[in-house]
Protein backbone atom coordinates (compact mmCIF):
# COMPACT_ATOMS: atom_id res chain seq x y z
CA UNK A 1 0.00 0.00 0.00
CA UNK A 2 1.47 3.15 -1.13
CA UNK A 3 1.71 4.83 2.08
CA UNK A 4 3.00 1.96 3.98
CA UNK A 5 6.96 3.60 3.26
CA UNK A 6 6.43 6.85 4.30
CA UNK A 7 7.51 6.48 7.71
CA UNK A 8 7.52 10.56 8.64
CA UNK A 9 3.86 9.80 8.85
CA UNK A 10 3.87 7.01 11.46
CA UNK A 11 2.99 9.78 13.95
CA UNK A 12 0.64 11.64 12.59
CA UNK A 13 -1.81 12.96 14.99
CA UNK A 14 -4.54 14.87 13.91
CA UNK A 15 -7.15 16.98 16.02
CA UNK A 16 -6.62 14.08 19.17
CA UNK A 17 -4.74 11.92 21.06
CA UNK A 18 -4.44 9.10 18.72
CA UNK A 19 -1.81 8.48 16.05
CA UNK A 20 -2.27 7.96 12.22
CA UNK A 21 0.51 5.27 11.68
CA UNK A 22 1.43 4.29 8.05
CA UNK A 23 -1.20 1.67 7.34
CA UNK A 24 -4.33 3.91 7.66
CA UNK A 25 -4.10 4.77 4.09
CA UNK A 26 -7.40 6.58 3.60
CA UNK A 27 -6.87 8.52 6.66
CA UNK A 28 -3.59 10.07 5.58
CA UNK A 29 -4.87 10.63 1.78
CA UNK A 30 -7.92 12.13 3.03
CA UNK A 31 -6.30 14.42 5.75
CA UNK A 32 -2.59 15.07 4.40
CA UNK A 33 -3.03 14.63 0.48
CA UNK A 34 -6.57 15.37 0.25
CA UNK A 35 -7.73 12.95 -1.63
CA UNK A 36 -11.45 12.51 -2.02
CA UNK A 37 -12.56 9.62 0.04
CA UNK A 38 -15.86 7.97 0.77
CA UNK A 39 -17.14 8.40 4.28
CA UNK A 40 -18.41 4.46 5.52
CA UNK A 41 -20.45 4.62 8.52
CA UNK A 42 -19.52 2.26 10.92
CA UNK A 43 -22.75 1.07 11.95
CA UNK A 44 -24.55 -0.82 8.83
CA UNK A 45 -21.48 0.30 6.34
CA UNK A 46 -23.78 3.05 4.09
CA UNK A 47 -21.81 5.79 3.08
CA UNK A 48 -22.66 9.56 2.99
CA UNK A 49 -24.02 11.50 0.19
CA UNK A 50 -25.44 14.96 -0.72
CA UNK A 51 -29.41 14.66 -1.15
CA UNK A 52 -28.88 16.66 -4.29
CA UNK A 53 -26.31 16.18 -6.43
CA UNK A 54 -26.56 19.49 -8.60
CA UNK A 55 -24.04 22.05 -8.42
CA UNK A 56 -26.76 24.43 -8.26
CA UNK A 57 -28.47 23.10 -4.95
CA UNK A 58 -26.91 24.79 -1.57
CA UNK A 59 -29.93 23.89 0.75
CA UNK A 60 -30.10 20.37 0.51
CA UNK A 61 -28.77 18.28 3.24
CA UNK A 62 -27.27 14.76 3.25
CA UNK A 63 -28.28 11.25 3.93
CA UNK A 64 -26.79 7.72 4.66
CA UNK A 65 -27.04 5.34 1.10
CA UNK A 66 -26.30 1.54 1.38
CA UNK A 67 -26.21 0.87 -2.48
CA UNK A 68 -23.89 2.66 -4.99
CA UNK A 69 -26.11 3.53 -7.62
CA UNK A 70 -24.27 4.47 -11.10
CA UNK A 71 -25.95 8.13 -11.27
CA UNK A 72 -24.54 8.49 -7.69
CA UNK A 73 -21.06 7.40 -8.50
CA UNK A 74 -21.05 9.35 -12.25
CA UNK A 75 -21.50 12.49 -10.25
CA UNK A 76 -19.07 11.33 -7.51
CA UNK A 77 -21.61 11.97 -4.76
CA UNK A 78 -20.01 9.20 -3.46
CA UNK A 79 -16.66 11.46 -2.67
CA UNK A 80 -15.98 13.78 0.07
CA UNK A 81 -13.06 16.64 0.13
CA UNK A 82 -11.88 16.89 4.07
CA UNK A 83 -10.05 20.02 3.51
CA UNK A 84 -8.02 22.25 6.06
CA UNK A 85 -9.02 25.07 6.76
CA UNK A 86 -6.96 26.44 9.84
CA UNK A 87 -6.64 26.18 13.60
CA UNK A 88 -8.56 26.25 16.87
CA UNK A 89 -6.03 26.36 19.47
CA UNK A 90 -3.82 23.52 18.46
CA UNK A 91 -6.25 21.59 16.42
CA UNK A 92 -6.82 21.54 12.50
CA UNK A 93 -9.95 22.45 11.56
CA UNK A 94 -11.17 20.86 8.33
CA UNK A 95 -14.26 21.35 5.61
CA UNK A 96 -16.05 18.34 4.43
CA UNK A 97 -16.46 19.32 0.77
CA UNK A 98 -18.25 17.38 -1.43
CA UNK A 99 -17.15 16.12 -4.99
CA UNK A 100 -20.72 16.37 -6.41
CA UNK A 101 -21.70 19.72 -7.93
CA UNK A 102 -18.15 21.03 -7.77
CA UNK A 103 -17.67 24.30 -9.62
CA UNK A 104 -15.05 25.10 -11.93
CA UNK A 105 -12.94 27.66 -11.81
CA UNK A 106 -13.52 31.04 -13.15
CA UNK A 107 -11.28 32.39 -15.77
CA UNK A 108 -8.21 34.50 -15.33
CA UNK A 109 -8.69 37.84 -14.10
CA UNK A 110 -12.47 37.28 -12.40
CA UNK A 111 -12.59 36.74 -8.79
CA UNK A 112 -11.91 32.84 -7.54
CA UNK A 113 -12.02 31.41 -4.51
CA UNK A 114 -8.06 31.39 -4.15
CA UNK A 115 -5.12 29.54 -5.62
CA UNK A 116 -3.51 26.18 -4.99
CA UNK A 117 0.44 25.60 -4.94
CA UNK A 118 0.77 25.20 -8.65
CA UNK A 119 -1.05 28.80 -9.23
CA UNK A 120 -3.95 27.26 -10.04
CA UNK A 121 -7.76 28.57 -9.32
CA UNK A 122 -8.80 26.05 -6.40
CA UNK A 123 -12.29 24.64 -7.25
CA UNK A 124 -15.48 25.69 -5.53
CA UNK A 125 -16.70 22.63 -3.50
CA UNK A 126 -19.83 22.56 -1.93
CA UNK A 127 -19.19 22.28 1.67
CA UNK A 128 -21.01 20.83 4.24
CA UNK A 129 -22.76 23.75 6.59
CA UNK A 130 -24.26 23.33 10.33
CA UNK A 131 -27.50 25.07 11.47
CA UNK A 132 -26.71 28.04 14.03
CA UNK A 133 -29.12 26.36 16.09
CA UNK A 134 -28.16 22.99 16.06
CA UNK A 135 -28.91 20.50 17.66
CA UNK A 136 -31.67 21.89 19.87
CA UNK A 137 -34.67 21.16 17.57
CA UNK A 138 -34.50 17.58 15.39
CA UNK A 139 -35.21 20.04 12.62
CA UNK A 140 -31.65 21.61 12.49
CA UNK A 141 -29.76 19.29 10.18
CA UNK A 142 -26.82 20.05 7.79
CA UNK A 143 -26.80 21.28 4.51
CA UNK A 144 -24.80 20.99 1.54
CA UNK A 145 -23.61 24.44 -0.46
CA UNK A 146 -21.16 26.90 -1.48
CA UNK A 147 -20.35 29.59 1.57
CA UNK A 148 -22.31 32.39 0.26
CA UNK A 149 -25.37 30.56 -1.58
CA UNK A 150 -26.58 29.28 1.87
CA UNK A 151 -29.76 30.25 4.18
CA UNK A 152 -29.02 33.28 6.67
CA UNK A 153 -29.19 30.96 9.54
CA UNK A 154 -26.32 28.35 7.90
CA UNK A 155 -23.89 31.61 7.87
CA UNK A 156 -21.49 32.08 10.46
CA UNK A 157 -23.00 33.84 13.51
CA UNK A 158 -19.52 34.84 15.33
CA UNK A 159 -18.67 37.06 12.32
CA UNK A 160 -16.19 34.27 10.24
CA UNK A 161 -18.33 33.23 7.08
CA UNK A 162 -16.97 30.11 7.23
CA UNK A 163 -17.69 29.01 11.58
CA UNK A 164 -20.46 26.81 10.58
CA UNK A 165 -18.48 24.86 7.79
CA UNK A 166 -15.29 23.92 10.07
CA UNK A 167 -14.76 20.86 11.60
CA UNK A 168 -12.63 18.92 14.15
CA UNK A 169 -11.72 15.64 12.73
CA UNK A 170 -10.83 13.15 15.12
CA UNK A 171 -8.97 10.06 14.71
CA UNK A 172 -10.71 7.23 16.78
CA UNK A 173 -9.04 4.67 18.81
CA UNK A 174 -10.76 2.13 16.92
CA UNK A 175 -9.16 3.72 13.57
CA UNK A 176 -12.51 5.79 12.29
CA UNK A 177 -12.92 9.54 12.38
CA UNK A 178 -15.47 11.39 13.45
CA UNK A 179 -16.78 15.19 12.88
CA UNK A 180 -17.23 17.98 15.70
CA UNK A 181 -18.67 21.41 14.72
CA UNK A 182 -16.49 23.95 16.20
CA UNK A 183 -19.79 25.98 16.80
CA UNK A 184 -21.07 23.31 18.73
CA UNK A 185 -18.51 21.45 20.70
CA UNK A 186 -20.82 19.23 22.58
CA UNK A 187 -22.50 17.75 19.20
CA UNK A 188 -21.33 15.10 16.62
CA UNK A 189 -22.18 14.43 13.24
CA UNK A 190 -24.67 11.84 13.27
CA UNK A 191 -28.22 11.37 12.17
CA UNK A 192 -31.59 12.46 13.05
CA UNK A 193 -33.80 10.69 15.57
CA UNK A 194 -30.26 8.63 15.86
CA UNK A 195 -31.83 6.54 13.55
CA UNK A 196 -29.01 4.79 10.86
CA UNK A 197 -30.80 2.88 8.10
CA UNK A 198 -31.08 3.42 4.30
CA UNK A 199 -31.56 7.21 3.48
CA UNK A 200 -31.10 8.20 7.18
CA UNK A 201 -31.14 12.44 7.38
CA UNK A 202 -27.46 13.48 8.99
CA UNK A 203 -27.68 16.42 11.14
CA UNK A 204 -25.97 17.31 14.82
CA UNK A 205 -26.52 15.42 17.94
CA UNK A 206 -25.40 15.54 21.49
CA UNK A 207 -22.37 13.74 21.72
CA UNK A 208 -22.80 11.94 24.78
CA UNK A 209 -18.91 10.18 24.51
CA UNK A 210 -18.08 13.45 26.22
CA UNK A 211 -14.71 13.57 24.16
CA UNK A 212 -13.86 15.02 20.74
CA UNK A 213 -13.85 10.94 19.82
CA UNK A 214 -17.43 10.33 20.22
CA UNK A 215 -19.02 7.08 19.97
CA UNK A 216 -18.99 4.31 17.49
CA UNK A 217 -22.08 4.64 16.09
CA UNK A 218 -21.23 8.67 15.02
CA UNK A 219 -17.88 6.92 13.67
CA UNK A 220 -16.80 7.34 10.16
CA UNK A 221 -14.20 5.17 8.12
CA UNK A 222 -12.93 6.99 5.60
CA UNK A 223 -12.61 4.61 2.43
CA UNK A 224 -10.34 5.36 -0.55
CA UNK A 225 -12.61 4.75 -4.10
CA UNK A 226 -10.75 1.16 -5.01
CA UNK A 227 -11.54 -0.12 -1.29
CA UNK A 228 -15.40 -0.11 -1.54
CA UNK A 229 -16.65 -3.08 -0.88
CA UNK A 230 -13.61 -4.16 1.56
CA UNK A 231 -14.97 -4.55 5.06
CA UNK A 232 -12.90 -2.01 7.13
CA UNK A 233 -11.51 -4.54 9.51
CA UNK A 234 -9.92 -6.62 6.70
CA UNK A 235 -8.31 -3.67 4.92
CA UNK A 236 -5.18 -3.36 6.53
CA UNK A 237 -4.50 -7.27 7.14
Request: glycine share 10%; hydrophobic share 35%.
Amino acid sequence: MYTQERTAMANLVVGGPVAVNSYDNAIVAALVENRPVMLVHAFNGGYLRPAELKAESHDKGVKLATALDPATKDAQGHLWHITPGGFFGQRPLYFIESAAGQVQPQPAGTEDAGRGDDGAPKPQRRRITVHQDAPLSTADTVQVGLPGKTGDKWRGKNGATEDTQLWVVTVTPWGGITFVPITHPDAILGFKDHTVAKDSEARLTYNWGGDFTGTVINTFYPRLPNEWDVPYHHVFT
